[in-house]
Each structure stands twice: as structure tokens, then as C-alpha cells.
């Protein structure tokens, strides 16, 4: 018996994983390291060290608060995002609040037509916009002659602010509905049945606990904006702080600091409006839904409080789907100035774009694709490491990938310069230059998005399944190929399509990284078409043609979401 | 943890007064779907009232319906003779709490207790001494600033049970209040509920589907199935005299014997399906589709024949122990018949399974029950 012990062999110092699990781990650590935190890092690193010495110094950011252009920006971005989130607010609010707690026809169609800003770029529904809201836009013409004023919607920084909250409210709009939709009918009928009701209990109940979604939304909104640089650039708007850091390196060069400086500066705020949230968000667990009971009393509403409903939902989604019209318009006009419609219509743009400008179309096609395909694997690969093995620093990799939401694409596009510029390929073309760079800089951009849906895919297959597999012979390579990836396939596709969906109109890395109109995808063409009067038709054409894009993917990857939940619901 | 005293001073500090209330022809439909059917209830002052009844018979309708979140097709409501039927839930000063406590996440135990009367428009310093009394009553004083996430579920319901009675309701409505325990702290809070309605003196309605909770803490219970009052009564009144075949199944275990009567006069008999014959007492009073109804606990067994009793030979085919019994379940007449034989400890059980036994049936005091009104 005790010789039974003796020979037990001594525990044995055991790898942590299997070396496929390891060379996979290091694999993902060099891919982040290489096109995340090393470009993100020069950049950082550029902004304190002092130009020529080499030594570390505050002088770069010294020069930043002491030149009013640049404090002149900062307070711009500031104020821009705060009041786009104003805005966005007052545009959610209503919508959330009518079709949650009430019973409204049309609510389903409010919810959907609520997410169509989003699969429009921003920067497209702009120059839209100024054709409808400008100041000889279709609505001041028709103020002016009837009423004898105009409203300057679309002057300056309010410009910026218009478009931007017509682009972004939906997200404050998902999330505050979604918080209300989870409050639990028990804690109004709590207030009720205490004597409480109407608008103080809204105040004193319904408000607090929706807060947390709004909080989120809200910060989300304000980093979102703070980031963007297309917008402004196309409104004609430079003195905010993105405009500046491209215009920076993009006129002075990749060696001046005050680029590197104001992309810290980019980061420093996202990071900040994010703690925000997430100190918001924290302890604040307020999801008080009970089995079986769901959401809050949606109540009737008077014949009056319908009227004005119905009016302000009229509203609200006219001025918000106007981009989306105007665009339309645009894409098929022959001239229109100064007038509230156009002259007249033709089919000449999109014949234009479809001849000359496919290259962007193909282009776009191509690297979205290869974007949003290493967004999967890498997703993948990290939430399989972080939820089914036991590697030390595996919770990094997903950190790591996570951070890229806090990089703007003006930062990573910066980075990236600084990196790859350098780096010559035999024949002497940067690295930098090359298209597959913007590709990866599309993916890492794109990377958390993904990550999320694979992660999320992962975590709803039961580890009881692949242990059913390993305990019928197969090994852990061959149960992920044969069990967890078919079982993964729609949340994989889902992260896909919002991957490729999203890196298709994305601008900002974009205009960093591109280097000629060959190699430009349709993003940066839309950009360039926008930029003359004569390239507005043209442009337009293309837009509708990316909205149609975006739109078809969210689609897909609804149907694709839907499908997957209905399929797999029942083995869960 | 023991049943804690309830601090008297503190239930002082609270004004409660017992009102009396009646549900007076209430019919309550969604769609085509009948929930309740003329409810007609009286209960009175200070008592602690029951309804019971399985899932879906209306309980819960019936209770949020008097706290005002249902509204009824036909029929009122009386709180101290006071019609409440046409007021909101805010006016009714009808104490609910909810089966999910339904605390406020966002505010502390003190934010939450002191809601309702910050609503009233009471006083900082006397919402500071009543919210201090609940929750003394309650035994959470020390409590006061956490929150609702902080708690266990024991103290939460404490929680909603002082946020509720801090505003000295006409009526306590206590919606599942034991559902959400484990079994030890079911006991235990049944008990404080018993003595802290006591206290107050507060007219009480307890919403329940477990007859146990029904039968110890209430005084009078409302069985209730498919949205009808099935019998109101004691629980000893309900158990000893059943109005019908639900009422005496849903309380308490009983045996069934259905058959048909034959014969008339002194000769009546009661042929069983399984065709046993019993004898049917003169005065006894049989309905049609009667069924024999008797608790197991009134049958005997024996190894011999009972002399001059109606006994059926069977056999032994079930045994379970119960603790204080134990409960057979005897084959006779191709039917299954339940007596319970009290367990005495040290000694053996009394059959195995497939003895032969005598059941005597107690036919003299059985009960001739219709299937009850649905």
C-alpha cells in the first residue's frame, strides 16, 4: 500500500495549456502588440519626448494649452459633444419614453426606423443636410419666404451639432429603452400603492433606474463625436480638436508633436468619458425584470395626449431620416441650389459612379471583407482562450483588444504612419502605404465590436458540450473545429457582418492611411466627391449606394442573430 | 436567528386602525377569458384573511384588484365603509407588498421606507421617528442605510413589509410575502407576520397557495378555484366540513369513493366503482353525483376483521413515512385507499407491503360531497 505512494511519480511542472493553445496566445499578443498597442504607444511616447533630444518632456503639452488655436479646439469638441448629447437626448427621450410606456401603434416601426441614422455615415448625411437646413437649404428658403427669417441650423459648430446628434441619438435611443424596458412593473405599482404618481413618480422612480442606460448611451455618444473627424472637415468646421490632429500631420508632417499631442489628449477624454460610465454603471444593477413579469405598464393614452404623441414622433423622425431624403434627392438631381427642390431629375451620378467609381465600390468590398474576417478569427481565438482554457495573462489579450475602443481612428491612423512609415518594403515603399495596413487598421478599429459577439456566442454554448465531445475521443483541436465553431456560427457571422458593415464607411484611420485613389475605398471616395460642388451628384450616388451596403448587412445580420436564437434557443 | 420580539413602543408610534372590508359582486374578465366570478367576501375588522388556491384560480387578481391595479367589470370594494372601487392606486391607502418586494434599487432602506410618506407630504422629523419605528418593528433599525442589493432576502421582505406599513394603510395586502424564503425562514417569518399584524391590529388579506401558511397564520381563508370563492371559513371549519370535492382535496389530503346510490330507505347503499358496498346512515343526506369523502387519518387498519364495521379485505401497496405517521395505501375493490397510522417511535411498522389488511371506513362520519362549483 505505502509502495503504491512512494512511486506516485512527483507532481510534474505541467505547460499551462496545450502548446496549439499557447502558440495561439502568443500569435494574438503579437498581432495587438504589433497594430495596437505599439502605434498607439509611439504615438503616446512621441507626444513627451522632445523634438531633436529625444528626452522626455512636458513642453509639447505645454505649447498645447498655451496656443489658442488648440484650446480653442478643445473647448469646441467639448462643446460640441456635450450638446450633441443635449440634442441626441432630446430626440431619444420622447421616442423611448412614448414606446415603452404606452401603447402606440407604430411602436415597432419607431424602434426600427430609430436605427436607420446609424447605417449612414455621418459625414455623408451632411452635405444632405446642408442642402435642406443650410442656410439657402430647402427649409430656411421656404422660412424665409413665408415667415421673413432663417434659422441658422447648419452655421458653424452648430452644424457639426445638428448632424451629429441626428447620426448618434439612436444609441442614447437603444439603450434608454432598453433600461426601461427592464425595469420590473412592481416598482411602479410600489410608488402607486404608496401614494405616489404622474410625474413625480416618473421623477422619483421611472428617471433613476432608467439612468444607467442613459448614462451609457449618452457617454458613448460623447466619445463618438469628440473622435470624429469627417464630419467637421466636411462641414468646413477645423478649429476641433480631430480636424486638427490630421490637419497637423497631414500638412506639417508625421515628425510635428502638436499631432501626437492632441491625439493624447483624443485618448485622455475617451478613456475619461468612458470611466465616466462606467462609474455611472457601477453597482447600479438595476435590471428589476421578475421572471415572467416584463417591463412597465404600457398605458392608453387620451385622444389628446395621442395628437400630440404622434406630432412630436412626426417630428422627430422626419428630422432624423431628412439626411437619408435629402441624399435621395441628391443622388438623382440634376442642379439643386437655391431652391427648396431640385430642378430636375437624372439617372447620370449613379451611371457615373458605377463607371469611373467602381474601384471604390470593389475596393471597399474587398478590404471590408478581410476587415471584418480577421475581426472573427481574432475574436474567436480570444474568447476561446478567455473562456475555455486556463492561460496566465489570457484576460489581457481580451483587455488589450478591448482598449482599441478607446483609441480614435485619427490616433491609430497617426500611429500607424509613425510605425509603418519607416519599415520599407525591398523595392522602398513604406510599409505604411500599403493597402492591407489600412485593412488592419480597419480590423483593430472594428476588433472589440467582434470580440463581443464571439464572446458572447461562446459563453451561451454549454461547456457540457465539448466535454461530451473529448469524452467521445476527440481532442481539444478537433472538438473546437467540430463542436464550438458550428455551434458559434451565428454569433461568428453576426460579428462579421457588423465588422464588415461598419469598416465599410469608416473615414477617420481612412483619410489617415490612404495614399492613393486606386487603392481608396469608397468612404474615402465619398469624401472626395464631397469636397467640390460639382462632385456632390456623384457623391450622393455613392452615398446611397453605402447606405443601401450598410443597410443589406445590418439585415443580414439581424436575420442571421434571429435565426441563430431561434435555433439554438431550445438547446440552451 | 429567533423569532425576534416585536418592539411594542415602536408599533405604538404607528396609528393603525382596523377597518372592516367588503368585495361586494365583483366579476373580472380579460377578453373572453372569466378571472373572477362574482367574488362576494367579507372580512372583518382586524382579522388576518386568507385566499387561497392553486395557480391561476384569481388570488392575486382578486388582491391587486383591491389595491387598485385591476379594475373591476362589475361589482366594489368597501374599505371601512367606504366605497374605494373608483379611485387610483395612489389614493387607496391600501398597503401592498409585492411578492418580489419590489424595493427601489436607487434608494437606501430608509429612502425607501420613508417614500410614502414623503409622498403624503408628512413632516421631515415625523417621517424620521415613523420610518425609525417600521424599521425597529422590523427589526432592522441598524439597517437603515443600506441598500435593497445589500440585504438578504429575509431582511428585504422586513423591508417592503415596513415600507408598506409606515403609512398606517386601512388594509395590509401581503401578495406570496413567503414564496421568495427558504423553508426554515418561511416558518420563522410566518410567525413575526402573525404577531406583527397582531400588534398592529391591521386588517390583513395574505394571498397564499400553500394551505400550511394559510392554516397557521390566518384566521379565516377564502379557498378560491378558476376565479370562484369555493368556501370561506376556519381553517378546522374548512378541513372538518369541505363545502365540495375541491375544497376537501386542495386541504389536506383525502380518499375519494366514487359510486352511485342504490336502493331506497334503510336499505340505501353506496356501490363504489370498484364495486364495494357500503351502508348509508338514515338521516344522511346524498346528492346525486355524490362522491364519499373521508380523511385517511379516520380509517383503521387491522389484521383481523372489526366486528360490526363496514371493513373491506385489501392489500398493503404503498408506505410512506411521514415522520409523526406513517401512510399506507391499501388495494381493496381495484381501488387505492389512503389511512394514515400514527408512527410510534421505537416500535416497528406495523405491514410490509402485500400484507392483507382490514380498512374500516368510517362511513358514519364521511362526507357526501359534490365536485364543487368550477
Same mark, same amino acid.
Given at each position: 500500500?505505502?509502495?503504491?505512494?512512494?512511486?506516485?511519480?512527483?507532481?510534474? @511542472?505541467?505547460?499551462?495549456?496545450?502548446?496549439?493553445?499557447?502558440?495561439?496566445?502568443?500569435?494574438?499578443?503579437?498581432?495587438?502588440?504589433?497594430?495596437?498597442?505599439?502605434?498607439?504607444?509611439?504615438?503616446?511616447?512621441?507626444?513627451?519626448?522632445?523634438?531633436?533630444?529625444?528626452?522626455?518632456?512636458?513642453?509639447?503639452?505645454?505649447?498645447?494649452?498655451?496656443?489658442?488655436?488648440?484650446?480653442?479646439?478643445?473647448?469646441?469638441? !467639448?462643446?460640441?459633444?456635450?450638446?450633441?448629447?443635449?440634442?441626441?437626448?432630446?430626440?431619444?427621450?420622447?421616442?423611448?419614453?412614448?414606446?415603452?410606456?404606452?401603447?402606440?401603434?407604430?411602436?415597432?416601426?419607431?424602434?426600427?426606423?430609430?436605427?436607420?441614422?446609424?447605417?449612414?455615415?455621418?459625414?455623408?448625411?451632411?452635405?444632405?443636410?446642408?442642402?435642406?437646413?443650410?442656410?439657402?437649404?430647402?427649409?430656411?428658403?421656404?422660412?424665409?419666404? /413665408?415667415?421673413?427669417?432663417?434659422?441658422?441650423?447648419?452655421?458653424?459648430?452648430?452644424?457639426?451639432?445638428?448632424?451629429?446628434?441626428?447620426?448618434?441619438?439612436? !444609441?442614447?435611443? #437603444?439603450?434608454?429603452?432598453?433600461?426601461?424596458?427592464?425595469?420590473?412593473?412592481?416598482?411602479?405599482?410600489?410608488?402607486?400603492?404608496?401614494?405616489?404618481?404622474?410625474?413625480?413618480?416618473?421623477?422619483?422612480?421611472?428617471?433613476?433606474?432608467?439612468?444607467?442606460?442613459?448614462?451609457?448611451?449618452?457617454?458613448?455618444?460623447?466619445?463618438?463625436?469628440?473622435?470624429?473627424?469627417?464630419?467637421?472637415?466636411?462641414?468646413?468646421?477645423?478649429?476641433?480638436?480631430?480636424?486638427?490632429?490630421?490637419?497637423?500631420?497631414?500638412?506639417?508632417?508625421?515628425?510635428?508633436?502638436?499631432?501626437?499631442?492632441?491625439?493624447?489628449?483624443?485618448?485622455?477624454?475617451?478613456?475619461?468619458?468612458?470611466?465616466?460610465?462606467?462609474?455611472?454603471?457601477?453597482?447600479?444593477?438595476?435590471?428589476?425584470?421578475? *421572471?415572467?413579469?416584463?417591463?412597465?405598464?404600457?398605458?392608453?393614452?387620451?385622444?389628446?395626449?395621442?395628437?400630440?404623441? /404622434?406630432?412630436?414622433?412626426? &417630428?422627430? &423622425?422626419?428630422?432624423?431620416?431628412?439626411?437619408?431624403?435629402?441624399?435621395?434627392?441628391?443622388?438623382?438631381?440634376?442642379?439643386?441650389?437655391?431652391?427648396?427642390?431640385?430642378?430636375?431629375?437624372?439617372?447620370?451620378?449613379?451611371?457615373?459612379?458605377?463607371?469611373?467609381?467602381?474601384?471604390?465600390?470593389?475596393?471597399?468590398?474587398?478590404?471590408?471583407?478581410?476587415?471584418?474576417?480577421?475581426?472573427?478569427?481574432?475574436?474567436?481565438?480570444?474568447?476561446?482562450?478567455?473562456?475555455?482554457?486556463?492561460?496566465?495573462?489570457?484576460? @489581457?489579450?481580451? @483587455?488589450?483588444?478591448?482598449?482599441?475602443?478607446?483609441?480614435?481612428?485619427?490616433?491609430?491612423?497617426?500611429?500607424?504612419?509613425?510605425?509603418?512609415?519607416?519599415?520599407?518594403?525591398?523595392?522602398?515603399?513604406? &510599409?505604411? +502605404?500599403?493597402? #492591407?495596413?489600412?485593412?488592419?487598421?480597419?480590423?483593430? *478599429?472594428?476588433?472589440? /465590436?467582434?470580440?463581443?459577439?464571439? /464572446?458572447?456566442?461562446?459563453?451561451?454554448?454549454?461547456?457540457?458540450?465539448?466535454?461530451?465531445?473529448?469524452?467521445?475521443?476527440?481532442?481539444?483541436?478537433?472538438?473546437?473545429?467540430?463542436?464550438?465553431?458550428?455551434?458559434?456560427?451565428?454569433?461568428?457571422?453576426?460579428?462579421?457582418? +457588423?465588422?464588415?458593415?461598419?469598416?465599410?464607411?469608416?473615414?477617420?484611420?481612412?483619410?489617415?492611411?490612404?495614399?492613393?485613389?486606386?487603392?481608396?475605398? &469608397?468612404?474615402?471616395?465619398?469624401?472626395?466627391?464631397?469636397?467640390?460642388?460639382?462632385?456632390?451628384?456623384?457623391?450622393?450616388?455613392?452615398?446611397?449606394?453605402?447606405?443601401?451596403?450598410?443597410?443589406?448587412?445590418?439585415?443580414?445580420?439581424?436575420?442571421?442573430?434571429?435565426?441563430?436564437?431561434?435555433?439554438?434557443?431550445?438547446?440552451? | 436567528?429567533?423569532?425576534?420580539?416585536?418592539?411594542?413602543?415602536?408599533?405604538?408610534?404607528?396609528?393603525?386602525?382596523a377597518l372592516d372590508l367588503h368585495i361586494e359582486g365583483v366579476n373580472l374578465s380579460y377578453g373572453s377569458n372569466h378571472v373572477l366570478k362574482n367574488v362576494n367576501l367579507d372580512i372583518k375588522p382586524g382579522e388576518f384573511f386568507a385566499f387561497l388556491g392553486p395557480s391561476g384560480c384569481g388570488k392575486t387578481t382578486l388582491l391587486r384588484l383591491i389595491a387598485g391595479f385591476n379594475t373591476p367589470d362589475t361589482g366594489r370594494v368597501v374599505v371601512g365603509g367606504r366605497d374605494i372601487s373608483n379611485l387610483p392606486p395612489w389614493k387607496r391607502d391600501v398597503g401592498l407588498v409585492f411578492q418580489s418586494y419590489a424595493l427601489w434599487p436607487h434608494m437606501t432602506v430608509a429612502r425607501n421606507v420613508a417614500f410614502g410618506l414623503e409622498e403624503r407630504g408628512v413632516k421631515r422629523g415625523e417621517i424620521q421617528r415613523r420610518v425609525a419605528a417600521a424599521l425597529e418593528i422590523v427589526g432592522l433599525g441598524h439597517l437603515a442605510e443600506r441598500r435593497p442589493s445589500q440585504l438578504s432576502g429575509g431582511q428585504q421582505q422586513r423591508v417592503a413589509l415596513a415600507r408598506t406599513v409606515v403609512i398606517e394603510p386601512k388594509v395590509l395586502l401581503l401578495d406570496e410575502p413567503l414564496s421568495n424564503l427558504d423553508a426554515k425562514m418561511r416558518v420563522q417569518v410566518r410567525r413575526e407576520l402573525r404577531d406583527l399584524q397582531q400588534r398592529l391590529g391591521l386588517t390583513t388579506i395574505f394571498v397564499t397557495h400553500d394551505q400550511e401558511e394559510a392554516n397557521t397564520v390566518c384566521d379565516r381563508i377564502a379557498v378560491m378555484n378558476e376565479g370562484v370563492v369555493q368556501q370561506?371559513?376556519?381553517?378546522? =371549519?374548512?378541513?372538518?366540513?369541505?363545502?365540495?370535492?375541491?375544497?376537501?382535496?386542495?386541504?389536506?389530503?383525502?380518499?375519494?369513493? =366514487?359510486?352511485?346510490?342504490?336502493?331506497?330507505?334503510?336499505?340505501?347503499?353506496?356501490?363504489?366503482?370498484?364495486?364495494?358496498?357500503?351502508?348509508?346512515?338514515?338521516?344522511?343526506?346524498?346528492?346525486?353525483?355524490?362522491?364519499?369523502?373521508?380523511?385517511?387519518?379516520?380509517?383503521?387498519?387491522?389484521?383481523?376483521?372489526?366486528?360490526?364495521?363496514?371493513?373491506?379485505?385489501?392489500?398493503?401497496?404503498?408506505?410512506?413515512?411521514?415522520?409523526?405517521?406513517?401512510?399506507?395505501?391499501? =388495494?381493496?375493490?381495484?381501488?387505492?385507499?389512503?389511512?394514515? =397510522?400514527?408512527?410510534?417511535?421505537?416500535?416497528?411498522?406495523?405491514?410490509?407491503?402485500?400484507?392483507?389488511?382490514?380498512?374500516?371506513?368510517?362511513?358514519?362520519?364521511?362526507?357526501?360531497?359534490?365536485?364543487?362549483?368550477?
Open positions: 500500500m505505502s509502495l503504491a505512494f512512494t512511486q506516485a511519480p512527483a507532481r510534474r @511542472w505541467r505547460l499551462p495549456g496545450t502548446p496549439g493553445q499557447i502558440a495561439l496566445a502568443l500569435g494574438l499578443t503579437a498581432f495587438l502588440l504589433a497594430f495596437l498597442l505599439v502605434p498607439v504607444g509611439s504615438v503616446i511616447y512621441v507626444a513627451f519626448t522632445e523634438k531633436g533630444s529625444g528626452g522626455f518632456t512636458l513642453i509639447n503639452f505645454v505649447d498645447f494649452f498655451r496656443t489658442d488655436l488648440f484650446m480653442r479646439s478643445f473647448w469646441n469638441s !467639448f462643446y460640441v459633444s456635450a450638446m450633441t448629447v443635449g440634442l441626441a437626448s432630446l430626440f431619444a427621450l420622447p421616442l423611448a419614453y412614448i414606446t415603452t410606456r404606452f401603447e402606440f401603434r407604430g411602436a415597432l416601426i419607431i424602434q426600427t426606423l430609430g436605427f436607420v441614422p446609424l447605417i449612414m455615415p455621418p459625414f455623408v448625411g451632411a452635405v444632405a443636410m446642408q442642402l435642406l437646413f443650410g442656410r439657402n437649404g430647402s427649409v430656411n428658403l421656404l422660412l424665409n419666404e /413665408y415667415f421673413g427669417f432663417r434659422i441658422p441650423f447648419m452655421e458653424g459648430l452648430n452644424g457639426v451639432i445638428f448632424v451629429q446628434a441626428i447620426h448618434y441619438f439612436p !444609441f442614447i435611443l #437603444i439603450n434608454l429603452s432598453a433600461a426601461l424596458r427592464n425595469i420590473d412593473r412592481s416598482m411602479e405599482e410600489a410608488a402607486q400603492n404608496l401614494g405616489s404618481s404622474g410625474i413625480r413618480m416618473f421623477r422619483r422612480i421611472v428617471l433613476p433606474l432608467a439612468m444607467p442606460g442613459y448614462v451609457a448611451g449618452a457617454s458613448l455618444v460623447f466619445v463618438k463625436v469628440f473622435d470624429d473627424l469627417a464630419t467637421p472637415l466636411l462641414l468646413n468646421v477645423k478649429d476641433m480638436l480631430a480636424p486638427q490632429a490630421y490637419l497637423r500631420v497631414t500638412s506639417i508632417g508625421i515628425t510635428d508633436p502638436m499631432g501626437y499631442v492632441i491625439a493624447v489628449v483624443l485618448i485622455v477624454v475617451s478613456v475619461f468619458a468612458m470611466w465616466v460610465s462606467a462609474l455611472a454603471l457601477r453597482g447600479r444593477d438595476y435590471a428589476t425584470t421578475q *421572471r415572467g413579469g416584463g417591463g412597465l405598464a404600457k398605458r392608453r393614452m387620451r385622444p389628446w395626449e395621442q395628437v400630440v404623441a /404622434y406630432g412630436v414622433v412626426g &417630428l422627430i &423622425l422626419a428630422l432624423v431620416l431628412a439626411p437619408h431624403l435629402g441624399l435621395l434627392l441628391l443622388s438623382f438631381a440634376t442642379i439643386w441650389s437655391f431652391s427648396p427642390l431640385p430642378d430636375g431629375f437624372t439617372l447620370a451620378h449613379y451611371s457615373r459612379v458605377f463607371g469611373e467609381s467602381s474601384v471604390y465600390i470593389k475596393n471597399t468590398l474587398i478590404y471590408a471583407s478581410i476587415a471584418g474576417g480577421i475581426d472573427v478569427v481574432v475574436g474567436t481565438a480570444i474568447a476561446y482562450l478567455v473562456l475555455r482554457t486556463k492561460l496566465i495573462g489570457r484576460h @489581457w489579450l481580451d @483587455w488589450a483588444a478591448t482598449a482599441a475602443l478607446a483609441v480614435p481612428g485619427v490616433v491609430l491612423g497617426i500611429g500607424y504612419l509613425r510605425t509603418f512609415y519607416d519599415i520599407r518594403l525591398p523595392d522602398g515603399t513604406p &510599409l505604411a +502605404t500599403l493597402w #492591407i495596413v489600412l485593412v488592419i487598421a480597419l480590423a483593430i *478599429r472594428r476588433l472589440p /465590436y467582434a470580440l463581443r459577439a464571439c /464572446y458572447a456566442a461562446l459563453q451561451q454554448i454549454s461547456v457540457s458540450l465539448e466535454e461530451a465531445a473529448e469524452n467521445l475521443g476527440a481532442t481539444k483541436s478537433r472538438t473546437v473545429r467540430r463542436v464550438v465553431v458550428p455551434l458559434m456560427t451565428g454569433g461568428i457571422l453576426a460579428g462579421f457582418v +457588423t465588422s464588415f458593415a461598419t469598416a465599410a464607411v469608416e473615414l477617420s484611420a481612412t483619410l489617415m492611411l490612404v495614399q492613393s485613389n486606386a487603392d481608396a475605398p &469608397l468612404a474615402y471616395g465619398l469624401y472626395v466627391f464631397m469636397q467640390s460642388a460639382a462632385g456632390r451628384g456623384p457623391g450622393a450616388a455613392l452615398g446611397v449606394i453605402a447606405v443601401l451596403l450598410v443597410a443589406a448587412c445590418t439585415l443580414i445580420s439581424h436575420y442571421i442573430i434571429d435565426r441563430n436564437q431561434k435555433t439554438t434557443g431550445a438547446a440552451r | 436567528m429567533n423569532a425576534h420580539a416585536i418592539d411594542a413602543s415602536a408599533a405604538a408610534v404607528l396609528n393603525t386602525a370561506v371559513g376556519t381553517p378546522v =371549519e374548512l378541513y372538518e366540513r369541505p363545502a365540495n370535492l375541491f375544497v376537501a382535496t386542495f386541504l389536506g389530503t383525502a380518499n375519494v369513493l =366514487e359510486g352511485k346510490v342504490t336502493g331506497t330507505g334503510a336499505a340505501r347503499q353506496f356501490e363504489t366503482l370498484g364495486g364495494l358496498r357500503l351502508p348509508i346512515a338514515a338521516g344522511a343526506e346524498v346528492p346525486a353525483d355524490a362522491r364519499l369523502v373521508f380523511r385517511p387519518q379516520v380509517a383503521r387498519l387491522a389484521r383481523e376483521k372489526p366486528a360490526g364495521a363496514c371493513a373491506f379485505e385489501g392489500a398493503i401497496s404503498r408506505r410512506e413515512f411521514l415522520g409523526s405517521v406513517i401512510r399506507f395505501g391499501i =388495494e381493496v375493490g381495484g381501488q387505492e385507499i389512503t389511512v394514515d =397510522e400514527v408512527f410510534q417511535p421505537g416500535l416497528r411498522a406495523p405491514y410490509e407491503i402485500g400484507d392483507r389488511v382490514w380498512v374500516d371506513i368510517p362511513v358514519a362520519s364521511a362526507l357526501w360531497l359534490g365536485p364543487g362549483t368550477a
